[in-house]
Structures are given as structure tokens and as C-alpha cells.
């Protein structure tokens, strides 16, 4: 099924690009870690503080007494990401990781020192797998068309609860069901449902969800020009957030400055007919005729 303009998750591959230009030299601030929707005030506050502790703990490992603040097993991690074992100690300078499987590929890299054990974890098997595994789109699902048809009606009336419906059918399972739960309770914890909102899959199903809602609700956007739209889209774009409301504006503004012609494919011209190539040529002819350059005389 198409998914997001003509080259789905372009958005999402750039911005990796861009931040990940050198594969290892990996950049992740410090994060709080994702907090259970249905955690208590005491356990957010205990999470909150917990993880203040590392983050100071982790900033000043030099000094003896302040790093047996946390046991020593905070300080190193071992797991297996893809087909790669991951390593990571902590010293003064960052987290110092290796990574080395069976067909002797071998990889070192170093995370912030302000990643407590969890958030180095993560980060360290986010790091393996966009240099080693599959294409994050490669995960998502495909949506039956039967859900199309619904959620195509139902962009119309009730357009962010189709961006979600659309969301939760790409997703895997787990993590459907872990965004799905974020989003119902949204209004009393935003705070996780932000958190699960920067998982890669979901924002790549979500800029997905957001132009299909768009394109629903906007019969103007045909496939024709839909290419261009979307090129006029992430040239225009910066980095701002994508949204219905946004994009209506981009919509409006690439309307107003004209439809650019769309380019015939290279069969197109070859089906062309005799009438039609003789009439193409006339129309070359007198245009060309029309801007050529006069000579002018400067003392006239």
C-alpha cells in the first residue's frame, strides 16, 4: 500500500542521516526513563528522583565516595542486540561500549556519562541496530484495505482519532498495545504518552498517519501532483512538527504559487501521435520564436 508521499519515511531516514552522519558517534541526551501509566504519584516522584541520582552520580565518577552511591553493577551492562554481544563500562569520560559477534565484526563506541544504566542500554541497542539491523519501515505492518475504507471515512468527521486507528494498525503488536494504552491515557500521564511518541516506529507510522489523514480530507490533493507536494512539503518544512493544520497551510501556499506541470513519462511520448508530434513541434517552434533575444540599439 503507498504510505507517506512517494518515498515513505524519508523525514525519518534524513533526520538518522543527518544526526548519525559518523555511525558511532551517537548523541543522546540524558532522558527520563518511560514511566508505567498506571503509576502512582509516590512511584513517579521515586523514578524521578532515582534517575536525578544517576544522572549526578554518573557526572562526578572520579570521586570515589560520590560513585559508590550506586552499586557497582550500575556501572557496566551486558546484552545481545540483533546477533551482536553489547558491552559498556562507565569511566570519568562516558559509557565505553563494544559490540562483536560471531563472524568477528567488531565495533566500539562511547554514549554521554549522563546515561544511567537503563537509558545506556537502550541507547547502546539502538545504536547496533541502526547500523546493523533492519529498516525501522521494515517493521511496520501493512493496514487491510478494509481499515483504509474505514479509516478514510472516518478522517473526515473525527481526523486525530484516525491518525491514532492508522498508528496502532502499523505498529507491531507490543508496541501497539503500549501506544494504544499512552494514548487513552494521555490527558493523566502525558508524560508517557510523549515518551512512547519518540519511538521511532511510532513517529514513522505517525508522519504516515498525518499525511493519509490530510490527503483524505483534501480531494484537491490528487496523485498527480501529490510528488510535488511532497518535495514543496520537506523543502518548506524546517523543523517543525508535522501536522493536519500545518500541512493545510503548506497546501494552501504550493496552490497559490502555481501547480507545476507534471513531466510525461518517456512511454507517454512514445504513444505519442502523428497530429500530436507535429502539433508539439508547431508550439515549440513559435514559443522558441517568442524569446529569442533582438538586438538593440544602445544610441537609439
Request: proline letters at 6%; glycine letters at 4%; hydrophobic letters at 35%.
Amino acid at each position: 500500500m503507498p504510505m507517506y508521499g512517494t518515498n515513505p519515511g524519508l523525514d525519518y531516514q534524513k533526520a538518522q542521516q543527518e544526526k548519525y552522519g559518523d555511525p558511532w558517534k551517537v548523541d543522546f541526551g540524558p532522558r527520563m526513563p518511560k514511566i508505567p501509566h498506571d503509576a502512582t504519584a509516590a512511584e513517579m516522584r521515586e523514578m524521578v528522583n532515582a534517575h536525578k541520582v544517576a544522572e549526578f552520580v554518573n557526572a562526578h565518577l572520579g570521586d570515589k565516595e560520590i560513585s559508590e552511591l550506586l552499586p557497582e553493577d550500575e556501572h557496566s551492562f551486558a546484552l545481545t542486540v540483533e546477533d551482536f554481544e553489547v558491552t559498556g563500562k562507565q569511566n570519568s569520560r562516558g559509557w565505553s561500549c563494544k559490540a562483536f559477534n560471531q563472524s568477528n565484526e567488531e565495533v566500539k563506541f562511547r554514549l554521554p556519562p549522563s546515561l544511567d544504566k537503563e537509558q545506556a542500554e537502550m541507547a547502546a541497542a539502538q545504536a547496533i541496530r541502526e547500523r546493523f539491523g533492519t529498516n525501522p519501515e521494515d517493521e511496520l505492518m501493512d493496514v487491510p484495505d478494509s481499515t483504509i475504507d474505514m479509516l478514510q471515512r472516518l478522517a473526515l468527521s473525527n481526523p486525530e482519532y484516525a491518525i491514532a486507528l492508522y498508528i496502532t494498525n502499523r505498529l507491531p503488536a507490543d508496541v501497539a498495545e503500549e501506544f494504544s494504552a499512552a494514548y487513552d491515557n494521555r490527558v493523566q500521564n502525558s508524560e508517557t504518552f510523549i515518551s512512547i511518541c519518540c519511538d521511532p516506529l511510532v513517529s514513522l507510522a505517525n508522519h504516515e498517519a498525518i499525511f493519509h489523514v490530510f490527503k483524505w480530507r483534501t480531494p484537491q490533493l490528487t496523485e498527480a501532483i501529490e510528488p510535488s507536494f511532497v518535495a514543496y512539503v520537506q523543502a518548506n518544512r524546517g523543523s517543525r512538527a508535522l501536522s493536519i493544520s500545518f500541512l493545510e497551510y503548506l497546501f494552501s501556499e504550493f496552490q497559490r504559487q502555481g501547480t507545476p506541470a507534471v513531466a510525461p513519462t518517456d512511454e507517454e511520448l512514445r504513444n505519442l501521435r502523428d497530429d500530436e508530434v507535429r502539433d508539439l513541434y508547431l508550439k515549440t517552434r513559435a514559443l522558441a520564436s517568442q524569446t529569442q533575444p533582438r538586438s538593440v540599439g544602445v544610441f537609439k
